[in-house]
Nanobody, 119 residues
Framework: VQLQASGGGLVQAGGSLTLSCMASGNTGEVNMMGWYRQTPGKERELVATIMQGGSVQLTDYADAVKGRFIISREHGTNTVYLEMHNLSAEDTAVYYC???????????WGQGTQVTVSS
């Protein structure tokens, strides 16, 4: 599975940004896609995930982004979006797209895209 992420950049505090990630290759019908982020000196942390299996989609968010970020994907596609609103300097990080095959739980990582929020 290959992941191609895009949409990072520089935004002012309080602004919005949308990331996208497309998975290609040996993708399956049931899978999980999402985003993690990492800042220097810290571990990579979960931002949001969306599991898709048939017509079912289940989302999960880190507490720090609940109510500000929205993860979505069109049913049956392998492109995931992360809408980020009311951004703050604490959201500055490299954002990594992730794809998990299910139920085998093999994880694939995208190349990372930088999000910088200026205060």
């Amino acid at each position: 599975v290959q992941l191609q992420a895009s949409g990072g950049g520089l935004v002012q505090a309080g602004g919005s940004l949308t990331l996208s990630c497309m998975a290609s290759g040996n993708t399956g019908e049931v899978n999980m896609m999402g985003w993690y982020r990492q800042t220097p000196g810290k571990e990579r942390e979960l931002v949001a995930t969306i599991m898709q299996g048939g017509s079912v989609q289940l989302t999960d968010y880190a507490d720090a982004v609940k109510g500000r970020f929205i993860i979505s994907r069109e049913h049956g596609t392998n492109t995931v979006y992360l809408e980020m609103h009311n951004l703050s300097a604490e959201d500055t990080a490299v954002y990594y797209c992730v794809y998990d095959t299910l139920p085998s739980q093999i994880r694939y990582w995208g190349q990372g895209t930088q999000v910088t929020v200026s205060s």
